[in-house]
């Protein structure tokens, strides 16, 4: 069955469903989900949100097979298991900034028909919303959480200030001024897309091809050398893994470029100045009640202003879905103000429900501050054809600059866009 038939009677099919939006699926139902969760073996609120919701629904007379698929893969895996007519998930996490290649191939059901009978219906975020939808108005993805790219800076590191921008950073006392992902597509996130839009460049068209060959990268790249040539970022922020983090951790750099969930994981905490946090998720908190933590926007360049990323995540039911109406079931079951607000708090997000931010947590220092950097510089993510491949080729390319600083800078952009859009015009 091609793609497009398949989608058809999916189609079809779905219409003659009622869409049962108050109770879940049948008893003793089993639910295949993809996540980037690990429920079985919990390391991080995040895995331990997805176990306890396992349990929970377990109680509606349904199992939820949880496969957990790595974060910086998943959206791929799935694109190629939908495309391959391989196994695919009754339902799937989904980052809205990789909604692209599924709404061309058609392999994600639309779900507006579900969303206008759903009670909860106008209580979801408009913003959000609108990144689950295509731009030929599909919706996608049902958003469940709201998250942005921000920087943790150590207040004893900074004693005349922290300004935000690459230009102040080697003013740090501490060994290295900062530290955070430059490799892989997470460094474009928290790092070079931040930082080089403030520049004032734009990474894709309104088509998916690349278009960040230009001056203005060439600039920030050229600052983003110099950190490294005066070893005021360490060398492992190249490296793959997290041991990049361990820098921030020890109190020997100074600022950390991080998401709003960054406090999941960075944890246990020793400030410059010694004083030690908890090995747990309270760690920045506490940090930052005693001041000796502080957080600003991403860095930026003195001259521009400070972007920040829209991190949508959200539900999506494959075209192909083995179980169409359990998925749906499934999304209008967590979709209520306190499953939304249990599983903000444990990814490091915002709610996506709008009822969901007058709970405690979103009212403390931490979340407002959060929520006005979200405000004032989110940007989307690039309108990349493939969101995936398209980050991962810059970060390449820039990791590639940094490690042979001989090499010219606006050539090697040029190359790496060339080669972007000639698999762009291959996969379409």
């Known amino acids: 069955m091609t793609k497009r038939i398949g989608y058809g009677l999916f189609v079809f099919l779905l219409a003659l469903l009622p869409l049962s939006l108050g109770t879940a699926a049948a008893q003793d139902e089993t639910l295949t989900i993809w996540t980037v969760y690990n429920s079985d073996s919990p390391q991080n609120d995040q895995d331990r949100w997805m176990a306890a919701l396992i349990e929970e629904y377990k109680a509606e007379g349904v199992t939820l097979n949880n496969v957990t698929r790595p974060f910086d893969t998943i959206s791929t895996d799935l694109n190629l298991a939908l495309l391959s007519g391989g196994d695919v998930p009754d339902v799937a996490y989904v980052s809205a900034a990789a909604i692209s290649p599924f709404a061309i191939n058609g392999t994600l059901t639309d779900l507006r028909g579900f969303i206008e009978q759903a009670t909860w219906k106008d209580d979801l975020n408009p913003v959000a919303l609108s990144a689950c939808t295509a731009p030929t108005g599909e919706i996608l993805c049902i958003p469940t959480t709201m998250?942005?790219?921000?920087?943790?800076?150590w207040s004893d590191a900074y004693p005349n200030g922290f300004d935000g921008s690459i230009e102040?950073?080697?003013?740090?006392?501490?060994?290295?001024?900062?530290?955070?992902?430059s490799a892989d597509f997470f460094g474009f996130d928290v790092f070079f897309f931040p930082l080089?839009?403030?520049?004032?460049?734009?990474?894709?068209?309104?088509?998916?091809?690349?278009?960040?060959?230009?001056?203005?990268?060439?600039?920030?790249?050229?600052?983003?050398?110099?950190?490294?040539?005066?070893?005021?970022?360490?060398?492992?922020?190249?490296?793959?893994?997290?041991?990049?983090?361990?820098?921030?951790k020890d109190g020997s750099a100074g600022a950390f470029l991080a998401g709003s969930w960054s406090y999941v994981f960075l944890n246990p905490l020793t400030s410059p100045a010694g004083v030690e946090y908890p090995a747990d998720s309270t760690?920045?908190?506490?940090?930052?009640?005693?001041?000796?933590?502080?957080?600003?926007?991403p860095i930026n360049t003195r001259d521009g202003k400070p972007a920040t990323l829209l991190v949508i995540n959200g539900w999506a039911v494959p075209a192909d879905s083995p179980n169409p109406q359990g998925a749906l079931d499934f999304i209008n079951w967590h979709v209520t103000t306190e499953r939304n607000v249990a599983y903000a708090k444990s990814y490091g997000g915002l709610p996506t429900l709008s009822s969901g931010l007058a709970d405690a947590t979103f009212q403390s220092p931490y979340w407002v501050g959060v929520a006005d950097i979200l405000n004032q510089y989110g940007v989307p993510l690039p309108t990349f054809f493939d969101s995936s491949a398209g980050k991962q080729k810059f970060a390449d390319t820039v990791v590639d600059l940094i490690q042979n600083p001989d090499k010219d800078i606006l050539s090697s952009l040029q190359a790496a866009q060339d080669e972007y859009n000639a698999e762009v015009d291959a996969n379409r």
């Open 147 to 153: 998250a942005t790219t921000l920087t943790y800076y």
């Open 168 to 181: 102040g950073l080697a003013d740090a006392t501490t060994q290295y001024a900062v530290t955070g992902k």
């Open 196 to 248: 080089l839009t403030s520049y004032g460049v734009t990474f894709a068209d309104a088509n998916g091809y690349a278009t960040w060959a230009s001056p203005e990268a060439v600039k920030g790249i050229e600052a983003i050398r110099a950190l490294y040539a005066a070893d005021e970022i360490p060398d492992t922020a190249l490296a793959a893994g997290f041991d990049y983090e361990n820098n921030f």
């Open 283 to 297: 760690a920045i908190e506490q940090a930052l009640d005693s001041g000796d933590l502080q957080f600003a926007p």
